[in-house]
């Protein structure tokens, strides 16, 4: 079945970096879009970033614009969020998820989620 | 960004009743509209996309239909599992969006 391990949240300075990974399996990696999802604590959830199956386009929200960065390794099935100059308000629960297709639609699986905490 | 509005923003409701959520998005999405449940502590779980289809393994209880940029979500015959938190979620324009949630507690 399909299977979706975050892992490398923590607390981390602000303006440091800090890089999330998603362990997947059980489907062909290659054939699907992966998306981050955050939570802050008690609020809902926001859209962080996708990237197309094949890695070819990547999407962000509005808030991490010019700072996260998405990418992929088909290789390996892994996606990884590399978070630069993290603030306060990015503090919250990132979830990896696998897209129903290959670019951006509904998120069909969703892993357990690696909380950030962005803390001085 | 399109924006989704959710209603309400809470919900009380008993087990065996009927109740429905509204999303409204502030242009048109064509079909791109997916619904998920979350309860605390885990991860949300897709009820729903491309606006009707309901996902595998999701009960017949669950349906929705349309109006123009109205989008509603009709839970049947409440069972204790469904008290969560739904929220839905515009794939037509990046970025990507979700609405605000909707929680639904037992009366």
């Known amino acids: 079945q399909v299977r979706l391990v975050e892992s490398g949240g923590g607390v981390v300075q602000p303006g440091r970096s800090l890089r999330l990974s998603c362990a997947a399996s059980g489907f062909t990696f290659s054939n699907y879009g992966m998306h981050w999802v955050r939570q802050a604590p008690g609020k809902g959830l926001e859209w962080v970033a996708v990237?197309?199956?094949?890695?070819?386009?990547?999407y962000y929200g509005d808030s991490v614009t010019g700072r996260f960065t998405i990418s992929r390794d088909n290789s390996k099935n892994t996606v990884s969020l590399q978070m630069n100059s993290p603030r306060a308000e990015d503090t919250a629960v990132y979830y990896c998820a696998k897209d129903v297709r290959q670019e951006a639609a509904a998120l069909e699986q969703w892993g357990q989620g690696t909380l950030v905490t962005v803390s001085s | 960004a399109v924006q989704l509005t959710q209603s309400p923003a809470s919900l009380s409701a008993s087990v065996g009743d009927r109740v429905t959520i509204t999303c409204r998005a502030s242009q048109g999405i064509s079909n791109s509209l997916a619904w998920y449940q979350q309860t605390p502590g885990k991860a949300p779980k897709l009820l729903i996309y491309?606006?009707?289809t309901l996902q595998r393994g999701v009960p017949s209880r669950f349906s929705v239909s349309r109006s123009g940029t109205d989008f509603t979500l009709t839970i049947n015959s409440l069972q204790p599992e469904d008290f969560a938190t739904f929220y839905c979620?515009?794939?037509?324009?990046?970025?990507?969006?979700f609405g605000q949630g909707t929680r639904l507690v037992i009366k």
């Open positions: 979620h515009q794939y037509n324009n990046f970025p990507v969006t």
């Open positions: 990237i197309r199956n094949d890695g070819s386009k990547a």
């Open positions: 491309d606006a009707s």
